[in-house]
């Protein structure tokens, strides 16, 4: 049995998979422009090269890239289901902050080769 998370990967193979990583956070910007379709796109990409990334620092942020979407379309859908209450528009413009949010923090932690832990606590301490 061949187990993934142990495998050496070589510097070719880790700049392959951050160069997906990128498009994953690319998919995601897009989502503002194109109603969603990239970032369902981008997470099916993360759950399909998930076991590549095991062991790796690009691993956290496949698990962030992933978090983002479903906690993104939790709040597209509250926001869709409460507009009419009114506090639909207030959803929408805390989840679009909050994904703006995700994906620079990701995006400037991929730029410096860095987890997403060691980015988050470089910007908060």
């Known amino acids: 049995m061949n187990d993934v998370s142990t495998e050496q990967k070589t510097p070719e193979k880790l700049q392959t998979l951050k160069l997906l990583t990128a498009g994953v956070y ?3 910007a897009l989502t503002f422009m194109l109603a ?10 993360n759950f399909w090269k998930r076991n590549e990334v095991q062991g790796t620092w690009l691993e956290s942020h496949f698990n962030w890239q992933i978090k983002t979407t479903w906690v ?3 709040g597209f859908a509250i926001s869709g289901v409460t507009f009419e209450l009114g506090i639909g ?5 805390i989840t679009v902050v909050w994904m703006v949010y995700r994906i620079t923090i990701g995006w400037y932690a991929l730029n410096d080769d860095k987890a997403i832990d060691k980015q988050i606590n470089r910007f908060l301490g």
Not at 36 to 45: F, N, Q, S, T
Not at 89 to 93: A, D, E, K, N, P
């Open 26 to 28: 690319l998919s995601q």
């Open 36 to 45: 969603g379709l990239p970032l369902l796109l981008g997470v099916a990409v």
């Open 72 to 74: 993104s379309l939790a």
């Open 89 to 93: 528009l207030f959803t929408l413009l």
